[in-house]
């Protein structure tokens, strides 16, 4: 006579765990990417508004002080609790009192360019 023993034997528990354990680590690796994509957006978002910032700066020619706008030039800014470095290149465009400037934003100063954004600048 056989007698049938109720519940999982080893091999099935075992097989459970590894099905378990594949998707937690899937899960896991979907948690990973979408924190990895919101620190992106917001360095994103973040180095627009310092680049907005900066132009802005420039549009009031007397905080500058000088005309045209100087090309080539660098600088940081602190903004959301974090430094911030830019940098513009200023092109003449076929009006003597208007310039394009252009406003790149790093997050660190060698890296890489994580936000630009271009305005017309005009003499007032």
Known sequence: MTRRVGGFTL???MFA???FALGALAALMVATQQLDSTRYLQERYMGQLVA???LAELHDTGRDGAWPPRDGAKGEMEFAGST???EQQVLETVTA???E???RVRVTESGAVVAELSSFVGRR
Do not use: F, G, H, K
């Open 52 to 54: 907005s910032n900066r």
């Open 17 to 19: 765990l590894a099905i």
């Open 101 to 103: 400037v252009t406003v």
């Open 84 to 86: 911030w470095y830019w």
């Open 11 to 13: 091999v099935e528990v």
């Open 97 to 99: 009192d208007l310039r």
